[in-house]
């Protein structure tokens, strides 16, 4: 105080001394020594010091230090006093305490140049809405939503995330997905739909009884999914819907007729493309399981929602929403025989038309030993491993996921394939380590945080849980995954092939997952939770890795000279590969992908006329122990006059230009101009793939 006071006190020094300070962004301010004190004390803080005096003092010798340099009465920049107060400190013997300044004043530039950034991002946004997402609107709630996505990111980049964490992420070495919601939820949900129809539930607004009509259970069928998808960042599901409704159906005392399902099924699917979520800006990502259930009032459920979904909505548009996984399994509707065959066929036909449903492959290497328990989301999400429970699929899901950037390790280990899976294991502990950091924020949430989610005991094991109580009890039942990104370009890097081009190539990639695979039954064990590897659904990711990477290793032929990685394990889209040879080698990589995985046949057009073909290809997958898979193909829509095809710039029928492009996108459709640029690359880039000699 004595040497701060002598300072100010002193004419000749207050003469001398400059009395003002230039900002970063030029302004000129009033110089106030405090401030440098203030953050010193704060250095001196965190090494366990508590002696303000030293600081002071401190600041006194900085301000000296200036003068003597040449600022007498000059005024002097920001940066430049902060440089003075590093090397005072430093001359000072203080260097535990130069370190925590230094840290200091990085976190300060971070969070300074987040907020810089942050303003960029929402004046493209408030113009634009950002494509990350296929399914956000360009509505005013969705510009809304966007902004306070980006200020969350920003934020958790710049004040919550660990330092290795934050910076793998915007350095590209790993993407952490849908950041924005890191301390707020979690992913997403297989939702029992028995027990809410059964028990009644309440959405904040008072309790729903149970329906008495089968039109009511499929209303209130929609608003749970609706409700939970306002709980959570991620896709909602129910993983037996025809059993579920068919068991409701059951106790109804007045049992409905055909017509009356079908009038409830068509109600559901045009609730589930109208009804917004999140506070308007888009429809809830839902997915329905069925297939399987072989009770007549089961049957009666999965014959009237294809039959409505094959019809579309109001003029015949094809529905977006929700996606339909329909299970195929040996003796219940695979075969001609089976009860549920003519259900197996109708799935054929509305997929033909549609591109839903997509099909689950029940039995599967890796899924014959749980029946027909296994279910999937649209986005290819599957829950059913479980350390601490049941091995089942409703009341649980994946609670988040990191995507490691695989070409990255491929690029820094300069083609060696030694130092790439040393890079490799290196990257994935770390995200392992992330995730769980993630976990342990989510875990103290308590259960009125999340009050449908929670509240209304969807997730397994919440059901003992008062309002004030932590969640960690209940998610421990969901699923930690690591995916990946571009194995078709880190091939290319390491070998000089993919793996649809070279034998060489296939077995080396097959090692590469299957040493993710591994890793993440090894961090299973360590941390006693329930880590899983998947075949990321990369979106707004496809194109973010590649930019990052381009500019730091320039343009490189086949692999940064285009604007998107190639999807997880998947052959690249523009290669030449017969529908048999793709699934054969793409099949192979679904049994280690535990948390999802997915493959895809393109073709030209909807196989309207040529159900065999679809028949064909889904058996195809199945022998070749395809998880789950579908069929893509371009549909159009005019919206003038409803005429559905594939045609260029106008409807051939009326020959108005407003035409719906339906696309799929990382599992869900959606229309193209939905897509990022990313995507609109990758689609303009697909090549269909072609049937084998002998079966054309």
Do not use: W
């Not at 106790?251 to 506070?279: V, W």
């Not at 730091?552 to 290669?575: A, Q």
């Amino acid at each position: 105080m004595a040497d701060m006071a002598a300072l100010h006190g002193n004419r000749d020094s207050e003469e001398k001394m400059f009395k003002e300070i230039r900002k970063r962004d030029g302004r000129v301010v009033p110089f106030d020594p405090v401030k440098i004190t203030d953050a010193i004390f704060k250095a001196v803080s965190a090494v366990g010091g508590s002696n303000r005096d030293i600081a002071e003092n401190l600041t006194v010798q900085v301000i000296r230090y200036l003068q003597k340099t040449g600022y007498n009465g000059i005024v002097p920049a920001v940066e430049e006093v902060q440089d003075a107060v590093e090397k005072v400190l430093i001359e000072n013997g203080h260097a535990r305490t130069a370190k925590a300044y230094i840290l200091y004043r990085d976190r300060r530039t971070r969070i300074r140049e987040a907020k810089s950034e942050l303003m960029d991002v929402v004046k493209e946004i408030l113009v634009e809405t950002n494509r990350e997402n296929a399914n956000i609107s360009n509505s005013p709630s969705a510009k809304m939503l966007q902004i306070a996505m980006a200020a969350s990111k920003k934020y958790y980049l710049s004040n919550l995330l660990p330092e290795e964490f934050a910076s793998a992420h915007m350095e590209g070495y790993f993407h952490i997905h849908d950041l924005d919601y890191y301390s707020k939820t979690l992913n997403c949900l297989q939702i029992d739909l028995t027990r809410l129809l059964k028990e009644g539930f309440n959405t904040g607004y008072g309790y729903i009884r149970p329906p008495k009509r089968i039109a009511s259970a499929a209303a209130q069928a929609a608003i749970i999914l609706q409700s939970n998808q306002n709980d959570m960042f991620g896709g909602q599901s129910f993983p037996h819907f025809d059993r579920s409704m068919g068991e409701i159906i059951r106790g109804l005392k007045e049992q409905p007729g055909e017509d009356e399902i079908y009038q409830a099924m068509e109600g559901l699917i045009y609730n589930l493309n109208t009804m917004h979520s999140r506070a308007g800006a888009q429809v809830p990502f839902s997915s329905i399981n069925l297939g399987t259930d072989i009770t007549a009032e089961g049957r009666a459920v999965t014959k009237a929602i294809l039959e409505a979904f094959y019809r579309g909505l109001g003029r015949g548009e094809s529905p977006i929403f929700p996606n339909l996984v329909f299970r195929v399994k040996e003796g219940v509707n695979f075969n001609p025989e089976d009860p549920n065959y003519d259900l197996y066929r109708l799935a054929l036909k509305v997929a033909a038309r549609r591109m839903n449903p997509t099909f689950s492959f029940m039995d599967s290497s890796f899924n014959r030993k749980y029946g027909d328990e296994v279910a999937y989301m649209g986005c290819r999400s599957r829950v059913i491993g479980n350390r601490h429970g049941p091995e089942v699929s409703a009341g649980r899901g994946n609670f988040a996921f990191t995507t490691l950037n695989l070409p990255r390790l491929a690029f820094e280990s300069r083609g060696g394939q030694e130092l790439f899976f040393v890079e490799l294991d290196r990257m994935l502990r770390l995200a392992a380590r992330q995730l769980l950091h993630r976990f342990e924020v989510i875990s103290r949430l308590r259960v009125r945080d999340l009050p449908f989610l929670m509240g209304e005991k969807l997730y397994l094991c919440s059901e003992n849980l008062a309002p004030d109580d932590t969640i960690g009890e209940a998610i421990k039942h969901s699923t930690l995954a690591i995916g990946f990104i571009g194995l078709a370009e880190t091939l290319q890097l390491l070998i000089g092939k993919h793996h649809g081009e070279d034998e060489e190539a296939l077995q080396l990639g097959l090692q590469i997952v299957d040493h993710m695979f591994r890793r993440c039954e090894q961090f299973s064990e360590e941390y006693d939770l329930n880590f899983v590897l998947l075949a990321t659904p990369a979106e707004g990711l496809s194109g973010r890795f590649v930019k990052i990477d381009r500019e730091r290793f320039g343009l490189l032929p086949g692999i940064t000279d285009k604007e998107y990685y190639t999807n997880s394990f998947h052959l690249p889209v523009n290669y030449a590969i017969s529908i048999t040879d793709k699934l054969g080698i793409e099949g192979r990589f679904h049994r280690f992908c535990n948390a999802g995985h997915i493959s895809y046949v393109e073709l030209e057009a909807p196989p309207l006329h040529n159900i065999e073909a679809v028949d064909r290809i889904i058996r195809c997958m199945a022998a070749s122990d395809v998880g789950y898979g579908g069929i893509n193909f371009p549909v159009d829509e005019c919206r003038a006059c409803a005429f559905s095809g594939v045609f260029n710039e106008s409807c051939p029928q009326c020959g108005s230009t407003a035409i719906r492009r339906i696309r799929r996108i990382t599992g869900y459709l959606s229309t193209d101009d939905r897509f990022n640029e990313a995507k609109r690359y990758e689609l303009k880039d697909r090549r269909p793939h072609f049937a084998p000699r002998d079966a054309q």
